[in-house]
């Protein structure tokens, strides 16, 4: 089984901070990942796939990159919408494995 | 516009079988390329993959659950059933369905829809 590890598991930030979220996984997935956000009592919703793409109205402030075994995802200047917590995906294998996720809350 | 919603028991007794239907549209099951997966996120915790039925019948099933698992398609050609033997309280939590993009060959996925889910408490 691929492992995806999340770090930090919180992360607290001011409005317009540029906020980094690292993912990586126990062996190499390629480019194969998917980044959601997901906000209290509501479903995931997906932000970014196969690394870099950005799912249809996603604004540009988001932005994935990485490959192998480690990835980021970057909010470049975090607005009062993203506080929320954010999870990755590994789609290498056909098992689909989630990181353990990472909440961005208020300074 | 795809929208999927969850439906089925809000409480299970321990030891019973859950089964949960998820009802679509917007998209055809049998398109290739596209699948209906499980989701599942206890209290306050992860998410965390259970299984998933593909346009041509095939199936994936999370490893550490596949014993107690069963996905298909409904009678309906816009559902999927899903079933969990033995239910626990452990197993208490958000359940949600959610459209798979298939996007190539290996058949591994992710999710680009989700349902709203639905909270199943296991308890007697």
């Known amino acids: 089984d691929v492992q995806m590890t999340q770090s930090p598991s919180t992360l607290s930030a001011s409005v317009g901070d540029r906020v980094t979220i690292t993912c990586r996984a126990s062996?190499?997935?390629?480019?194969?990942l998917a980044w959601y956000q997901q906000k209290p009592g509501k479903a995931p919703k997906l932000l970014i796939y196969d690394t870099s793409s950005l799912d249809s109205g996603v604004p540009s402030r988001f932005s994935g990159s990485g490959s192998g075994t480690e990835f980021t995802l970057s909010i470049s200047s975090l607005q009062p919408d993203d506080f929320a917590t954010y999870y990755c995906q590994q789609y290498n294998s056909y098992w689909g494995t989630f990181g353990q996720g990472t909440k961005v809350d208020i300074k | 516009q795809i929208t999927l919603k969850e439906s089925g028991p809000t409480l299970v007794r321990p030891t019973q079988t859950l089964t949960l239907t998820c009802t679509f549209s917007g998209f055809s099951i049998s398109t290739s390329g596209v699948g209906v997966g499980w989701i599942r996120q206890p209290p306050g915790k992860a998410l965390e993959w259970l299984a998933l039925?593909?346009?041509?019948?095939?199936?994936r099933y999370s490893p550490s659950l596949k014993n107690r698992l069963i996905i298909t398609k409904g009678t309906s050609k816009n559902q999927v059933v899903f079933a969990m033997t033995d239910m626990d309280p452990v197993d208490t939590g958000t359940y949600y369905c959610?459209?798979?993009?298939?996007?190539?060959?290996?058949?591994?996925?992710?999710?680009?829809?989700w349902g709203l889910g639905t909270l199943v408490t296991v308890s007697s």
């Open positions: 062996q190499n997935i390629f480019g194969w």
């Open positions: 959610a459209q798979a993009f298939v996007p190539g060959d290996t058949k591994s996925f992710y999710f680009d829809y």
């Open positions: 039925i593909y346009w041509d019948d095939d199936k």
